[in-house]
Every structure is written in structure tokens, then in C-alpha cells.
């Protein structure tokens, strides 16, 4: 992916390089110019290489990211203009070109600039499209930014409340935390994330689960944060699972091998060392006042091109006498694809981020991750009183910010009632 993002960098800078050139404005025809323009992309690209190479200082790699990120977005952006007025420049050539001359006026025309134009206003249509182009380009820079200066970490608690007739009386009123994708090998700022945990740790919840992705690929990025992910506790216990970062295919490829099956133990170690009940396509039951009601773990399962290394059937073997299952999946394509089938209660996902781009208010919500997942943030309803619950998540990856989508603490309330909303 690495070379493919490089060479993809590469053709944009050599096309918005020789259109520059091709315009009138006269500065990118300078020597400086070309200078500037292909140090700053050689400089960039090595940073990136580095960074995935070596072990640099965290702040450092984050700042070549985020460089990465705000240059390839705006060099997008600029690309696609210029790609329309080429494409128009085209078109206006092929037209000439087919086109029956029958005037002297068409003769001479064709003697000087194969695409002439006459300016309009003082200005060229392509010329005003490449300085509207630059504008266009420039024009994310503020947003992204933002998300990543204020965004990142800017967590938020979510309270969802979850109705369920058959709940025992016992765990009515019980409150459950979520958090989702901790992505821990993008974090550069411990103070920020420690007060996300203070602000989980505030609401006291009866029971905590975390829903997978808890690196990017490696074990030992969880170094410098396991101690402060160890506070995570819960009165009923802190449960989790794997997503589909978690088993090394992001490093080490998909193939199976000594230091992937290495890492993924060591993973594993990871949450057992912070006192996490991690559930390998299993179950536990939690007791209160005689009652019991059951939470079930499978790992990662995704439609796609993602692993499916979950088996929610061996996961639901022993629960048939439970009147409530709560299921705790990191995917939620997993949901529709095998858990509706099922008699789980509630699905708790994680995974898609909301691409860490959007809006999302009481009013609307909308993200570019909607036209990929049918479910992606919230909670869901489907026959029979079921629901998925999917969580944005509390870190980021690719892109070191969230712009409209703001990392996810989500309080749950247990109630035994008939949900309001289902019945409408």
C-alpha cells in the first residue's frame, strides 16, 4: 500500500506540475519552482518510508503523516479540476478536428493555437479553472487541520438507552460502556487519551466492553498505553474482542507465519494483562441477585475482503436457555451476514470509523463510509426487538484526525421494556 499511495503521489505531481507550467501564471515556470515543488515531494516521500521503516520518534511520524495526508488531499482536490478542463480542452479538440471547415475564419484558426481561446472577462476559461483549481485544492486544508488540531481527541459521550422485554429484573437499570477501535499505534499524545479513560471512568458502568482493533498491527505498539487502558474496570467485568487489525495482516501479510502467530499471542497477552476478559468465539455469563444474562465474543468477522475468523455458532454453544445475549462482534456486516440468524439480542461493532469524516447530529447524519456500510454509526433495529449498536471508535488511523465524527464513549442503559421506537 505503501508504494502503491507513493506512485499514486507521484503521477499527481508530475500532471499538476506540467499544468502549472502550461498556464500563465509565471512563478511555477521559475527555477525555484521546480526546486520547491520536487524537494518538498522527495522530502515527503523518504519521511513516509521512514517512517514505516524505522523506529522514529512518534512525533515526528506523525507529523509526516499528517503532512502526507493534507498534501495528498489537496493535490486530489486540484487534480480533478484540472481534469475537467482537460477534458474539456479535449473535447473542444475533437470537435475541430471532425468538424467541416467552410470558412477562411476556420482556416486561420487552425493555422494558430490548436485551442485557442478568447478571454472572457480578461480571463481564459483554463485559466480560470486552474486558479479556481488551486483555490479547490487549498481549500481542505482548513477542515482537515481542524480535525486533526481539535478533532483527534476530542471525545464525547454518547447515552443510549436499550430496551429489552425479556431483560431479568435483576439488570434492569444496568449501564454498560463501549469503546471501540483504540488504533493505539496512531496515538501521539498520552495526556489526550488519558483523559478520554477519565471520562469512561467517570460514569462507573456496571460492565465495559471494547470491541476490537486495539492496534494497528503490531503488539508493541500497545506499550506506551497499556497502563493507561489497564485502568479500565468494571464492577461485572471488562470484556473484549479482536478486529481485523489485530492479527498482523497489516505487516506481516496474510500468509501464516512464526512472527504473525508471535504477535497475534502477544496481542492476546495484552488484554489479559489488563485484566480483560477476552472471548475467543465464547461466552460468560454475569450473575446478579440470581439472574443471569449472557455475553458472547467471537473474532473478527467481515464481509469482503475482511478475515472471517469468528465462529458465532461455537460462540453461542451452551446459551440456549439464556433469556438475553449480548454479542460482541468488531464488524457489522457481521450482523446482517450471520448474527440476525441467530437469537443474540443485541450485536455491539465497531470498525468503520464513520471514515472519521462527516456530520452527525440529532438531526442528520451522514458520512462517505454509508455508501460502503448499510449500518455504520448508532444504534439499529431489525424484527423481533433486535439491535446493533455500532461505535465510530475512540482512535483514528490514516488520517491522525476526525472532522464532523468525534471519537466514542458510549453509555448504554438496560431497561426491561418494549422499545418505543420499534413499536412506531
Known amino acids: 500500500m505503501l508504494l502503491v499511495n507513493a506512485c499514486v503521489l507521484l503521477i499527481l505531481d508530475f500532471y499538476i506540475f506540467f499544468a502549472l507550467r502550461a498556464t500563465k501564471i509565471k ?17 515527503l516521500l523518504l519521511g513516509v518510508f521512514i517512517s514505516a521503516q524505522y523506529n522514529i520518534p512518534l512525533i515526528v511520524r506523525s507529523v509526516i503523516l499528517v503532512a502526507f495526508f493534507l498534501t495528498a488531499a489537496s493535490k486530489i482536490f486540484f487534480f480533478l479540476i484540472l481534469l475537467i478542463d482537460d477534458i474539456r480542452r479535449g473535447g473542444v479538440w475533437l470537435k475541430r478536428l471532425f468538424a467541416k471547415k467552410s470558412s477562411v475564419e476556420d482556416l486561420v484558426e487552425d493555422a494558430g493555437d490548436p485551442l485557442p481561446e478568447n478571454p472572457v472577462k480578461g480571463i481564459s476559461r483554463s485559466e480560470f479553472l486552474t486558479k479556481a483549481g488551486i483555490l479547490v485544492g487549498a481549500s481542505p486544508l482548513i477542515p482537515l487541520s481542524w480535525g486533526i488540531i481539535s478533532g483527534a481527541y476530542d471525545y464525547r459521550v454518547r447515552r443510549v438507552p436499550l430496551y429489552l422485554p425479556n431483560l431479568p429484573k435483576a439488570f434492569h437499570g444496568m449501564t454498560i460502556a463501549q469503546i471501540s477501535d483504540v488504533h493505539s499505534g496512531s496515538f501521539y499524545n498520552k495526556k489526550a487519551v488519558t483523559g478520554g479513560i477519565d471520562m469512561l471512568l467517570k460514569e ?27 485502568r479500565v474496570k468494571s464492577d461485572l467485568g471488562v470484556f473484549s474482542t479482536l478486529g ?48 443471569e444474562l449472557c455475553i458472547v465474543g467471537v473474532q473478527n468477522w467481515g464481509t469482503g475482503r ?45 470498525h468503520t470509523h464513520g ?70
Open 27 to 43: 512563478f511555477p515556470k521559475t527555477k525555484v519552482f521546480s526546486i520547491l515543488w520536487w524537494s518538498y515531494s522527495v522530502l
Open 204 to 230: 462507573k458502568a456496571d460492565v465495559t466492553f471494547f470491541t476490537g482493533d486495539i492496534v494497528n498491527a503490531q503488539a508493541s505498539e500497545m506499550r506506551d498505553y497499556q497502563d493507561i487502558f489497564a
Open 244 to 291: 481485523n487489525h489485530d492479527y498482523g495482516d497489516y505487516y506481516y501479510g496474510k500468509e501464516d507465519s512464526p512472527a504473525k502467530r508471535k504477535n497475534l499471542q502477544d496481542v492476546i497477552d495484552v488484554h489479559k494483562v489488563m485484566g480483560w476478559d477476552l472471548l475467543m468465539d465464547e461466552n460468560r455469563k454475569i450473575k446478579v441477585d440470581g439472574e
Open 306 to 350: 475482511f478475515p472471517k475468523h469468528g465462529d458465532i455458532k461455537k460462540a453461542l454453544m451452551g446459551t440456549e436457555e439464556q433469556p438475553v445475549k449480548l454479542l460482541l462482534s468488531h464488524d457489522p456486516s457481521h450482523w446482517r451476514a450471520q448474527v440476525l440468524d441467530t437469537d443474540v439480542d443485541v450485536m455491539f461493532a465497531g
Open 355 to 424: 471514515m472519521q469524516f462527516g456530520v452527525r447530529s440529532e438531526m442528520l447524519q451522514w458520512s462517505p463510509v454509508q455508501y460502503i456500510y448499510k449500518e455504520w454509526a448508532g444504534l439499529y433495529r431489525a424484527q423481533q426487538n433486535k439491535r446493533l449498536y455500532v461505535n465510530v471508535g475512540y482512535g483514528f488511523l490514516g488520517y491522525p484526525g476526525r472532522v464532523g465524527i468525534l471519537p466514542e464513549i458510549t453509555i448504554f442503559e438496560l431497561l426491561k421494556a418494549q422499545d418505543p421506537k420499534f413499536n412506531a
